[in-house]
Structures are given as C-alpha cells and as structure tokens.
C-alpha cells in the first residue's frame, strides 16, 4: 500500500522558514517524480513545484509565483521528500499536499493527507 | 499560462448521471486527470489519461476529452459521489501543472 507521511507544518511568521517533509512508502520511491500541491483554506488546489528521478537528471520545476521562495529536494536513500519554504507570505497559508508521480508523470497517482502551515503574525 | 474552467457545482440526484465540464484551448490535444476530493480528505485521482480508471475507482466514473471540453460523467450517482471535483492538466508551453478551478457536486 502506497503511503505519503507530511510533517513539519505549523505556524510561522511572515518573513520566517518552514521545511517540510514526506515519508515514502509502498512504492520505488527514487522512480517516482514527486510533487507538492497545495490548498488555501476554501480554495482549490495549486501546484507548488515538481522534482524527477535522479536518472532524469533529478531537476526540478516550480510554479511561477513561487520561484526563488520554495525549494524541492529528495533523498532517495530516506524515500523523504522535502519543500524548503522561505520568505513566507500570509497567501502562503494552506495545506500542503505530497504526491507521487506513477502511471504518469503529467498527473498525480497518490497524496498524502497533507501538513498545515499557517503564517500570521 | 494556461486556464481551465470548470462549472462551480452540480447537483444530480441519486441513480441518476452527472456530468463535469472542464474547459481549455484545444484541451482535447492534452492529457486530462481528474481528482474527487470530499471534506476534510486529500484529493484521489478518479481518472487519468482522459479516461483511464485507477485501480479501485468504480466502472461509475468515466471520462472523455475532445476539442475543447473534457467531461467526467458518473453514472447511477449515490450519495458517497457528494464531492468537489478538479480537472488537471501538464502545460508543456509554461511547465506547469494546472488545475481547474473545481466542481461541488451535491446529490439531492
């Protein structure tokens, strides 16, 4: 059974930093592209940012608004994905989902049950 | 970037078929997924590949994609169906994975 673990959310101050992580299971974590999606509270869902296997090249993407603020990083040998977040605003505010790329890359197979991260001051 | 639009609710009875709009130029040349998400609960992927079904998704759900409009239809609606639902697609154009704005569905 596939699972997705987030930790790591919670409240922080506008201007501070959050790092959050997912744990793995249930599937070749280091062959699968692994995204983070998230949701405001009442709104729809938004892609934060993307990052491929390591034989891929193990680059990543991220949505526009978010470039140079938010970091994604994987270390295949903890099957942990990570989403370094800087700067955060009060937008910022949502759910934040992990997921796994499997059947195909251009959509999202599996999610966690997703970490809060509040920012207000 | 590109946009997608999707009907803000549904409401269908029960035993009966809904049907789940999502909008976007020339849509019909991309690959459209769609995910259920009910209250509290993080997003499922009901259909992918316009119209493939995960393992466990119920033979109910389907979907089609053409011109500019993909639909998901859910047939013989039960009560358990009552969610939001959200269309997505990979944009090559802007590297982006873009999700529609999302249908409730309300079983009356």
């Known amino acids: 059974e596939v699972q997705l673990v987030e930790s790591g959310g919670g409240l922080v101050k506008p201007g501070g930093s959050l790092r959050l992580s997912c744990a793995a299971s249930?599937?070749?974590?280091?062959?699968?592209?692994m995204s983070w999606v998230r949701q405001a509270p009442g709104k729809g869902l938004e892609w934060v940012g993307r990052?491929?296997?390591?034989?891929?090249?193990?680059?990543?993407d991220y949505a526009a608004p978010l470039k140079g603020r938010f970091t994604i990083s994987r270390d295949d040998s903890k099957n942990t994905l990570y989403l370094q977040m800087n700067s955060l605003k009060i937008d910022d505010t949502a759910v934040y989902y992990c997921t796994a790329l499997v059947a195909t890359v251009n959509g999202f197979d599996f999610w966690g049950q997703g970490t809060l991260v509040t920012v207000s001051s | 970037s590109y946009v997608l639009t999707q009907p803000p609710s549904v409401s269908v009875a029960p035993g009966k078929t809904a049907r789940i709009t999502c909008g976007g130029i020339h849509i019909g040349s991309k690959n459209v997924h769609w995910y259920q998400q009910k209250p509290g609960q993080a997003p499922v992927l009901v259909i992918y590949?316009?119209?493939d079904r995960p393992s466990g998704i119920p033979e109910r759900f389907s979907g089609s994609n053409s011109g500019n409009t993909a639909t998901l239809t859910i047939s013989r609606v039960e009560a358990g169906d009552e969610a939001g639902y959200y269309c997505?697609?990979?944009?090559?154009?802007?590297?982006?994975?873009?999700f529609g704005p999302g249908t409730k569905v309300t079983v009356l």
């Open positions: 590949y316009d119209g």
């Open positions: 997505q697609v990979w944009d090559s154009s802007s590297v982006h994975y873009v």
């Open positions: 990052v491929k296997i390591n034989t891929d090249g193990g680059t990543t």
């Open positions: 249930g599937f070749t974590f280091s062959n699968a592209w």
